[in-house]
């Protein structure tokens, strides 16, 4: 099943930049998740076991690294591009 995710992360520090910009760059690192960009989120597009497991690996390294943060995240059923489901 495709999945359209929304995700911001908001560090809960004074120096938060370097936390954002790594989980960035960690996610697009998944060649399989297609990764695009705003200035407020991150968009993933995908496989929704995939971005699940992703997920689950990168949101954990991003607590044990930066120390607390809120990962604020909206999942939508479907690639919103307009790539069909399987």
């Known amino acids: ?3 359209s995710v929304d995700i911001s992360l908001y560090p809960l520090a004074d120096e ?3 936390a954002i910009k790594e989980f960035i760059e960690r996610v697009q690192e998944y ?3 297609a990764v695009v960009r705003s200035d407020l989120s991150t968009q993933l597009y995908g496989d ?3 971005i699940m497991e992703l997920l689950t690996v990168e949101v954990k390294l991003s607590w044990e690294k ?3 943060g809120i990962f604020v995240i909206k999942f939508l059923r479907d690639d919103l591009r307009g790539l069909s489901s399987d």
């Open 1 to 3: 099943m495709k999945a």
């Open 16 to 18: 938060y930049i370097p």
């Open 66 to 68: 930066y120390g607390k």
């Open 48 to 50: 929704f076991n995939q």
């Open 31 to 33: 060649p399989e998740i």
